[in-house]
């Protein structure tokens, strides 16, 4: 099994690797530069994390009913329109969004949650359309056929099946707005952008990546999260990951 | 064919020639209004002069100054005691002369001339909207000091650079001897903290005396009573390499410099933020009044 060995090798070279670098930063006192931002980091964080956790709840709320409902039969003829709207919506960068919202919800917390909100809103919509519309018409027939209302077709059969693609929307859109957080720092929202843009404009790298590190960590860390969440609510039958 | 490829090739070094031997004069600038209309309004009054201006402007302070040592911005705005305190790290108190003749000589072995300052002092300062500071009984910093450690519950809005400067929020609160809570500080862009003190979201914000908005928006600016802040006369910059490559550049600049005061800052800032006219036709206006342009 040579390519076994050769993983082997792989990570006893990444062991050293991250010893390495473990004693440089020790040396260099890089270690220390980062502690002195700590309760900053850590105040920031839960800004973060609470500016996520609002725009992006409520976005799910939002958006998901949102998506069931532009998929019935019945909407058929705006669905197609009110898709390109939102596709448009989501080409429209975030900045200008969180500046538009700035411009008639004043400055703080409110306008950053708005259009943040908005942002998310988008995919979340889009993907629970697509994976309501991605059914295969042969179940839902059948989930007719037996006498099933359309409302129970909907909650056993079609909901379940498109629940996979759903969450990858979720997942997206949220690891989307966790990157997209910093941004609020400049409509006063706070948020770990405080610790980046001030080391932007400081010229002060420690600082920078005191506000950019958590950020990325934060966001791979919400996308792991939803995709164990989605892994445990996604029906075995219906879930490609634990087919 | 053979030609067309010789020509174009010539043409192509042509063009990369000229370019290498027009001189460029980079201009720079900070990320808020007054600098925003310096930039653009040196701009504008070196190319009328007839040279090649590149503007850059909108960094932060620390990352400009880098820029000039490095020779990748030709020129800027700067105040003395930002010089004094963030680039050279002197902590003593001078007076405005003698600050402005210790930066002249400190950057003047960084290969930065220091041309003749304008009679604009743009200092730092906190300010209140005026009701309130009047309800409150607050005037001074010391008044300030004194209710934030009865715990009045007062919120501050800085902008991100004075929050991390040594002329800035830390060393101020411990001139004034009070400690603010990490949560009562919200930390914006410069221009935003206007619109959040007037709007009530803050109680005390962060302003530059030379902003218009202060009288516009009712605002009353806190005495600096124990004399923390230092001057911060407004001067132009130069690299010494681009004063030898272009002689009659510090004469020039020393016009334009002593168009500047207080008063002239204020409103030129104040027609852009208050009366929302554009950058450039703020500058050029300007320009054309005082002959020149």
Known sequence: MPTLKFTGVLRLVAVIAIFMAGVWSQSTGVIEEFMFYLPDIQFLTVQHLWLTALSGGLAIVVAIPLGIVLSRPSMTRYAESAMQVLNVGTTIPTLAVLALSMSFLGIGTVPAVFGLFVATLLPITRNTYVGLKGVSPALKEAASGIGMSPFQRLVRVELPNALYVMFAGIRTALAINVGTVPLAFLIGAGGLGELIFTGIDLYDPVMMLSGAIPTTLLAVGVDVLVAFVAFIVVPRGVNPARA | ?293
């Not at chain 2, 009054?45 to 020779?71: F, H, I, K, T, W």
């Not at chain 2, 902590?91 to 003698?98: A, C, D, F, Q």
């Not at chain 2, 009353?220 to 001067?235: I, N, R």
């Open chain 2, 1 to 293: 064919m053979k030609t067309l490829t010789t020509l174009l090739t010539g043409a192509a070094l042509a063009a990369t020639l000229s370019t290498a031997y027009a001189e460029e004069i980079v201009v720079g600038g900070k990320n808020f209004t007054e600098q925003q209309i310096l930039a653009n309004m040196t701009g504008q009054y070196l190319e009328s002069l007839g040279y090649d201006v590149e503007e850059r402007s909108g960094m932060g302070s620390a990352v400009l100054r880098q820029a000039q040592e490095n020779g990748q911005i030709d020129l800027y705005w700067e105040y003395t005691g930002t010089s004094l305190i963030n680039y050279n790290d002197v902590s003593e108190r001078l007076s405005p002369e003698e600050t402005y003749s210790r930066v002249k000589e400190l950057d003047a072995k960084k290969g930065l001339v220091w041309l003749v300052p304008s009679a604009a002092n743009n200092t730092y300062a906190l300010a209140m909207r005026e009701s309130d500071a009047q309800e409150r009984g607050i005037a001074s910093l010391s008044d300030l000091a004194q209710a934030v450690n009865d715990d009045k519950g007062l919120t501050f809005a800085l902008n991100a650079e004075f929050y991390a400067r040594d002329d800035g929020w830390r060393p101020l609160q411990k001139a004034y001897d009070f400690r603010v809570g990490r949560a009562d500080v919200k930390r914006m862009d410069s221009g935003l903290v206007y619109q959040a003190l007037r709007d009530g979201q803050v109680d005390v914000g962060l302003v530059f005396a030379t902003d218009g908005r202060i009288p516009a928006f009712d605002f009353t600016v806190l005495k600096d009573d124990k004399g923390y802040f230092p001057a911060y006369a407004l001067t132009p910059v130069v690299r010494e390499e681009s004063l030898k490559a272009n002689p009659e550049l510090e004469a020039q600049m020393n016009a334009l410099s002593a168009e500047l005061n207080d008063d002239t800052m204020a409103s030129l800032n104040a027609q852009v933020d208050v009366e929302r006219k554009s950058v450039e036709q703020v500058a050029e206006d300007f320009l054309k009044e005082h002959g020149l342009k």
